[in-house]
């Protein structure tokens, strides 16, 4: 089976068929296919040749240039330039700077609570103090 593989929903736009003409025609073996196993069940991976074939479909030269040119294209965008990554390090420093000041931010908090939790647990141990005094020696 030379050749590329299409979904089943592809295939159907390419030939005009429906997607259930399209499973009858690979169920009776009409068409060369795979299948693919997914989580929910199995998905076909039609030849585009052996759909073009049987339904006798024609397919202008135009479109195999074109589908080479965006193939191409593809490629070429897959890769970043050094534009890109100059811009992407940029944004990366600005993001650096910008968690330093909120890290500092929260430092400061951080300190501020510490501070105030600390005076609010001496003066519950001064309220917590046990008081040895009996209730009549008031005078002393």
Do not use: C
Not at 63 to 75: H, M
């Amino acid at each position: 089976m030379a050749g590329a593989l299409i979904t089943i929903q592809e295939a159907a736009a390419l030939s005009g068929k429906s997607i259930q003409t399209l499973r009858r025609a690979i169920k009776v073996n009409k068409v060369a296919h795979k299948r693919k196993k997914t989580p929910q069940g199995f998905n076909y991976m039609i030849n585009r040749e052996s759909i073009i074939e049987l339904y006798k479909l024609r397919v202008p030269r135009q479109d195999r240039k074109q589908r080479n040119i965006k193939d191409s294209k593809a490629l070429t965008q897959e890769f970043a330039t050094l534009d890109d990554l100059k811009k992407v390090q940029r944004e990366i420093g600005n993001l650096l700077s910008e968690h330093e000041q909120a890290k500092q931010s929260f430092m400061r908090f951080m300190k501020t609570f510490q501070d105030r939790f600390v005076v609010m647990e001496n003066q519950l141990k001064l309220l917590e103090e046990p008081n040895n005094k009996k209730w009549y020696h008031f005078w002393k």
